[in-house]
């Protein structure tokens, strides 16, 4: 049986990492997201997602963000890519939340799905070569998978392979392609580039064998916590690629129940959270957490 998808990620990013010096890391990540002006709904769509993948709250930023991919779906739907539309299935729908009523109540979907087969259809008459990319193609087929579209698994079968000559990287990075072929292509600890490395990163962190050799993860981790020092994720998008794979989250965690959401019941003394990880506190279960803060039990 394959272990959880996250203990072999979280056990080397932690190997000589505590828990505040990972905190100062990302912090220029989340806050590059935070203090962002955001215009561009549908192309925000993947700093909603890794808000939520990852657990920070910031409820004003998440409404804005939501509303504004939610009027671009509703009045650019036709013009929306096949990857375009998948970002914003996968941000509205990550980690249950109301806005999947509105995935649901706009069949976004079976219509990812149509966009899909056309794509299929275009590679199947053009030696392989889809209307946007495997990039965007790979999005697509993600959020189908998730989200229970219909899909040709034929025409999967045949298209997503590794040995597949349409599969490279740079900006065309395909998430479809798994750890043989992206570590076959890295370079000083880079897949593609130091923008592509966090999705290429999340894709190795679902292959159990890259992790017999824990140097492999070390110097992607070095090289990417060195550009995050020199400032190199200074837009949103870069910052929400990168992020989630340092978290130890995947794409493949939106449809989780808890994601990183650990649910507040509001009390006379403040918000108390009711479940940590998905694992709820029951006094007839015997079922307990302590907080702890450097190893020591928090006081308050």
């Known amino acids: 049986m394959r272990p959880p998808r996250q203990l072999p990620l979280m056990g080397l990013l932690f190997f000589s990492l505590i828990p505040s010096q990972l905190c100062q890391i990302c912090k220029p ?53 096949s990857g375009q539309l998948a970002l914003g299935i996968l941000a509205l729908g990550a980690c249950e939340n109301p806005d999947e009523e509105f995935i649901h109540g706009a069949h976004l979907v079976s219509k990812l799905g149509d966009k899909f087969q056309a794509e299929i259809q275009n590679m199947e008459t053009h030696d392989g070569n889809p209307l946007t990319n495997y990039y965007q193609l790979s999005l697509a087929l993600l959020a189908l998978c998730l989200f229970n579209g219909s899909y040709s698994i034929t025409s999967v079968t045949y298209y997503f392979t590794p040995e597949n000559k349409n599969y490279y990287f740079g900006d065309q990075f395909s998430v ?32 159990s064998d890259y992790y017999k050799s824990k140097t492999n993860c070390q110097e992607t981790l070095r090289t990417v916590f060195y550009n995050i020092s020199q400032n190199a994720f200074s837009l949103p998008i870069a910052a929400a690629q990168i992020l989630p794979a340092l978290m130890g989250k995947t794409y493949l965690d939106v449809t989780n129940t808890s994601c990183s959401h650990n649910p507040v019941e509001e009390t006379s003394w403040g918000p108390y959270v009711t479940s940590v990880q998905g694992i709820r506190a029951s006094s007839s279960d015997r079922t307990y957490w302590q907080l702890l803060s450097n190893g020591q039990p928090l006081s308050q």
Not at 179 to 198: C, H, P, Y
């Open 29 to 81: 990540l989340i806050n590059t997201m935070l203090k962002a002006n955001y215009t561009k709904g549908i192309q925000n769509a993947n700093v909603l997602l890794t808000l939520r993948l990852v657990g920070i709250k910031n409820q004003s930023l998440e409404q804005q963000l939501s509303q504004q991919i939610k009027e671009d779906i509703n009045s650019k739907e036709m013009e929306l890519t």
């Open 176 to 207: 479809a392609t798994l750890a043989k072929k992206i570590q076959s292509e890295g370079k000083q600890g880079l897949f593609g580039n130091i923008f592509s490395t966090g999705e290429a990163m999340q894709a190795l962190f679902v292959s």
